[in-house]
C-alpha cells in the first residue's frame, strides 16, 4: 500500500470538520448503499460486526427521531439530508456462521458470553464501526456530525422499534454549509498525548 496523496489527507482528516448545518442537497440510496460498502471492510473483534446502521431519510422518519433529541441538536438533525442511528445488535452472534464460517462454534460461545463481556464487545467494535462510518463518509465527499446527546431509550422504543437493536451514536450526514463553522479547537500536542517505549 502507498500513502494518501495531500489532498486525499486533506479531505479525510485535515480539512474534515464537524458540521452543524447542510445544504440542501439530498443523498441518494445508491450513496449510502456505497457508503455500508466501504464501511463494512473495517476489521472488528472476531469478523463479528455487531454494529447496524438505521439511515432516518424521510420526514416521517425524522419526525419520530425528532422528541428523543437534545434541544440543541433538533435543527441541526431536522436540516440534515440524513441521520444515521448507530446501534448493536445484542443477538449480533447469531451471524458468526456466515462472518467466520470456519468457526461455527462462535455462534454459541458468544452467544453464552457475559453481560459484562457482551458490552464490551459492542462497545467496542460499534466505537471502531463508527469511526470507519465517518472516514468512509468523508471518502465519499460527504460530511458528518456526530453526536450523543438524545434519548437513547426513546429512539429504541420509536425508530428502532421492531429490530432489536440498540442505539449508541446519531451522525448526521450531508454537504455541509461551512459558512457558519468557526475556527478548528485545538488538539492535544504529541507529547502530552502519547508516548513510545
Not at 46 to 60: D, G, I, L, W
Not at 166 to 175: A, E, M, P, T
Request: one cysteine or more; glycine letters at 8%.
Amino acid at each position: 500500500m502507498k500513502p494518501l496523496t495531500t489532498d486525499a489527507l486533506n479531505q479525510l482528516f485535515l480539512d474534515a470538520r464537524t458540521l452543524f448545518a447542510w445544504k440542501p442537497e439530498g443523498i441518494s440510496d445508491e450513496l449510502i448503499h456505497q457508503l455500508y460498502a466501504l464501511t463494512k471492510q473495517g476489521p472488528t473483534s472476531t469478523n463479528s460486526h455487531p454494529t447496524r446502521f438505521f439511515f432516518v431519510k424521510s420526514a416521517a422518519a425524522k419526525e419520530r427521531l425528532k422528541p428523543a433529541l437534545n434541544p440543541g441538536n433538533v435543527e441541526k438533525t431536522m436540516t440534515a439530508p440524513l441521520t444515521v442511528v448507530i446501534a448493536v445488535d445484542e443477538q449480533f452472534h447469531e451471524q458468526m456462521p456466515t462472518l467466520l464460517p470456519h468457526r461455527p462454534e462462535l455462534k454459541d460461545s458468544l452467544g453464552a458470553m457475559p453481560d459484562d463481556k457482551r458490552q464490551f464487545l459492542l462497545t467496542q467494535n460499534s466505537g471502531l464501526e463508527a469511526g470507519y462510518f465517518i472516514m468512509a463518509a468523508r471518502s465519499l465527499g460527504l460530511d458528518a456530525g456526530p453526536m450523543g446527546g438524545f434519548d437513547r431509550a426513546k429512539v429504541d422504543a420509536t425508530v428502532l422499534e421492531g429490530t432489536g437493536w440498540k442505539s449508541v451514536l446519531l451522525i448526521n450526514l450531508g454537504y455541509g454549509d461551512r459558512s457558519t463553522l468557526r475556527p478548528r479547537l485545538p488538539r492535544l500536542d504529541f507529547d502530552v498525548a502519547c508516548r513510545i517505549a
